[in-house]
């Protein structure tokens, strides 16, 4: 379950951050489940999901550039 637990942290992280932030957690986040699992690809949707929205709610990117 070491997929849960990554994801409830991320969510957790992503609730607290800011445009300075964010990034900085995604990049952990994306290098710990490459870690973990060998690559992106079997990145739950939820997570994708997660991520466009908070970027395009703190204004890093409009819809039409994700």
Same mark, same amino acid.
């Given at each position: ?10 969510? *957790? =992280?992503?609730?607290?951050?800011? /445009?300075?932030? +964010?990034?900085? %957690?995604?990049?952990? +986040?994306?290098? &710990?489940?490459?870690? *973990? +699992?060998?690559? &992106?690809?079997?990145?739950? /949707? =939820?997570? =994708?999901? &997660?991520?466009? %929205? ?5 204004? &890093?990117?409009?819809?039409? =550039?994700?």
């Amino acid at each position: 379950m070491k997929k849960d637990s990554l994801i409830k942290a991320l969510k *957790e =992280e992503v609730k607290r951050s800011n /445009p300075i932030t +964010f990034p900085i %957690y995604v990049d952990s +986040f994306t290098n &710990l489940w490459q870690y *973990e +699992f060998g690559s &992106l690809d079997d990145l739950p /949707p =939820e997570v =994708e999901k &997660l991520i466009s %929205y908070r970027i395009m709610e703190l204004g &890093l990117m409009d819809d039409d =550039e994700i």
